[in-house]
C-alpha cells in the first residue's frame, strides 16, 4: 500500500505560478506512474499529468499543456506539479494517484475511478 501526501497549494492570481509537491511512502518500488488529478466544486474529478517512475515520461491533459510541468525525484519519493500562467478555472482540489501497473496517459487521465488510493489533496485557487 502506498500512502500519499499532497502540499503547495495556495491562493494567486491569475498568470501567477503554484508548484505543488505529493510525497509517496509505503510499498513505492512498486508503483509504476504517479498521476495528479484535480477536482471543482460541483465537477467530476480530472486529469490532469502523469509522469512514469521509471522512465521519466509524462503525459498532459491537452487543458494545461505547455503550462503545466510534472516531474520526479524518485530518491525522494517526490513529484512535482509546476503550474504556471495559470487561470481561474484551474482552480481545485487537486490530488495525487499512484498507479502500479502501466497504461497509457490518456486512459490514467480519464480514468479516476480506478484508483483506491488518494492523499487528502491541496486547494489551488486562482483569481481573475
Known amino acids: 500500500q502506498v500512502q500519499l501526501v499532497e502540499s503547495g497549494g495556495g491562493s494567486v492570481q491569475a498568470g501567477g505560478s503554484l508548484r505543488l509537491s505529493c510525497t509517496s511512502s509505503?510499498?513505492?518500488?512498486?508503483?509504476?506512474?504517479l498521476a495528479w488529478f484535480r477536482q471543482a466544486p460541483g465537477k467530476e474529478r480530472e486529469g490532469v499529468a502523469v509522469i512514469y517512475t521509471g522512465s521519466g515520461n509524462t503525459y498532459y491533459a491537452d487543458s494545461v499543456k505547455g503550462r503545466f510541468t510534472m516531474s520526479r525525484d524518485n530518491a525522494k519519493n517526490m513529484v512535482y506539479l509546476q503550474m504556471n500562467s495559470l487561470k481561474p478555472e484551474d482552480s481545485a482540489m487537486y490530488y495525487c494517484?499512484?498507479?502500479?501497473?502501466?497504461?497509457?496517459?490518456?486512459?490514467?487521465?480519464?480514468?479516476?475511478?480506478?484508483?483506491?488510493?488518494w492523499g487528502q489533496g491541496t486547494t489551488v485557487t486562482v483569481s481573475s
Open positions: 494517484a499512484a498507479g502500479f501497473y502501466w497504461r497509457a496517459g490518456a486512459v490514467v487521465l480519464r480514468s479516476p475511478g480506478d484508483f483506491g488510493h
Open positions: 509505503g510499498d513505492t518500488y512498486s508503483v509504476n506512474y
